[in-house]
């Protein structure tokens, strides 16, 4: 049995859903601890292509349950798209659980999220503005509406025409919009309620059941460590922790149970939005990665910015997280290079900079110390093993292995599950990966019990 959590390494999109879809296979249960509609999750089976925003990419196994859990923002409007789309392309969602206590996303919140963004001009962070800092931000000032209270009706009445009435006075005093009507909203969500009945749980509770019943699970979290609203590029952040330590609070569980933690990272870098980015290229690097890794949000359809691998921020991920090992995401991207860089350090007023910083104004004022290596302009896309690898492949991962000081378990080399090199399975396999971070020479003796 193994609890292990799966996290974002950077700037989120860096292929987890892919990843937590094939870790999926070895789990009992996956838990979505936080974030909302804002995030989204690209999986590729068969040659069918599922783009998933709340529902767990678990939910491709029907014998594993689906649980969005406490520490979600839940658009029940977008949710129950997500199902109906599931339904035509012949996937069950009968195993999804939604928890009682997750908070639900008005339209209020989506209106005030747009208008706020557009206020801000030039200063903009860059949300998706589908309401989610706004939702998560009446969550802490307790005037926010939860999914418990869309299975009360006469409560839930009572709640949205007191917060509409509030809302309203903001929607039209400062933000100069029409304002809601009670009435229609109230009917509208208690409709999305009935819908979403039959899934809604104590999920706390179902997740400790599964815990003492020595399930497998899977706690999977939406964006990256470098968009954590603690930990990340405050103030171009989101509004939740997809930190590994958010897993505890977001699905309500005790940090001594979780047993190994994942982080995943592409093997170039990327990021959506505003805010500094050290490693970003201009010119046709930086478009022959954005073209070849279809960059492009799963979301809002945006064109990510691309950028050399950042050690630095992968660093800093492995301290924050804890990292016991990593999935190296769309390594094939890189196959047509003749030299790549790789970030090791940064320049700050003429000193060499190690470590992260958190002052936003020394990060923008950051520049990368780079390391280049040859590359191995093979294609990759085909590889199943290590000793498919060409040897510039293998010496890349070793080298990022070793900058970062964690092993790395899973090489994902395309979008599809079979597009994979399992070093190690994470969940059943010992913690420990083959490819080591001090070089030493890989073998191939562990059973690789996750299959593809």
């Not at 780079?370 to 690898?389: H, I, K």
Request: glycine share 10%; hydrophobic share 35%.
């Amino acid at each position: 049995m193994a609890n292990v959590v799966v996290i974002g390494a950077q700037w989120g999109d860096e292929g987890k859903g892919k990843i937590t879809d094939l870790l999926s296979k070895s789990a009992d249960v996956v838990v979505r601890y936080q974030g909302g509609v804002n995030a989204g999750h690209t999986v590729v089976v068969q040659g069918q292509v599922f783009k998933l925003h709340l529902i767990p990419s678990g939910i491709l196994y029907p014998n594993t349950d689906c649980i969005i859990g406490s520490g979600t923002v839940i658009d029940p409007k977008v949710l129950i798209a997500e199902l109906d789309q599931l339904k035509r392309l012949g996937v069950t969602t009968d195993n999804l659980l939604i928890a009682e206590t997750a908070h639900v996303t008005m339209p209020y919140h989506r209106l005030i999220d747009q208008a706020s963004e557009e206020r801000r001009g030039s200063h903009r962070i860059g949300t998706t503005g589908r309401g989610i800092g706004p939702t998560y931000a009446d969550k802490s000032e307790r005037i926010g509406i939860r999914i418990i209270d869309l299975m009360q009706p006469e409560l839930l009445q009572a709640k949205l025409r007191w917060t509409i009435e509030y809302k309203n006075v903001i929607l039209e005093k400062l933000y100069e919009l029409p304002p809601l009507n009670a009435d229609q909203v109230i009917e509208e969500y208690l409709g999305y309620a009935e819908r979403l009945r039959p899934h809604v749980i104590d999920s706390s509770l179902t997740i400790y059941d599964a815990i003492q019943r020595k399930r497998n699970i899977l706690f999977e979290g939406a964006q990256g460590t470098l968009l954590d609203l603690d930990h990340g590029t405050y103030p171009y952040v989101t509004s939740s922790n997809p930190v590994a330590g958010g897993a505890c609070v977001g699905a309500g569980v005790g940090p001594t149970m979780i047993d190994r933690v994942i982080g995943v990272a592409k093997a170039y870098t990327t990021r959506v939005g505003e805010g500094p980015f050290p490693t970003e290229l201009h010119g046709d690097v930086g478009e022959l990665l954005c073209d070849r890794g279809a960059e492009f949000g799963t979301t809002t359809g945006r064109k990510r910015r691309c950028g050399w691998f950042d050690a630095v921020i992968g660093r800093y991920a492995v301290r924050i997280n804890g990292l016991d090992c990593l999935a190296i995401t769309k390594l094939d991207v890189l196959d047509e290079l003749a030299e790549i860089k790789v970030c090791v350090a940064y320049e700050l007023e003429g000193d060499r900079c190690d470590h992260f910083p958190s002052n936003s104004k020394d990060f923008a004022r950051c520049t990368p110390i780079y390391e280049t290596l040859p590359g191995w302009q093979r294609s990759t896309a085909n590889c199943r093993s290590l000793e498919d690898l060409p040897q510039g492949a293998l010496n890349y991962l070793k080298f990022l292995a070793e900058l970062m000081d964690v092993p790395i378990a899973i090489v994902s080399l395309g979008a599809s599950r079979d597009q994979t090199i399992i070093v190690e399975d994470p969940i059943h396999g010992p913690k420990r990966a083959l490819l080591y971070t001090d070089g030493s020479p890989y073998t191939n003796t562990v059973s690789q019990t996750l299959q593809v």
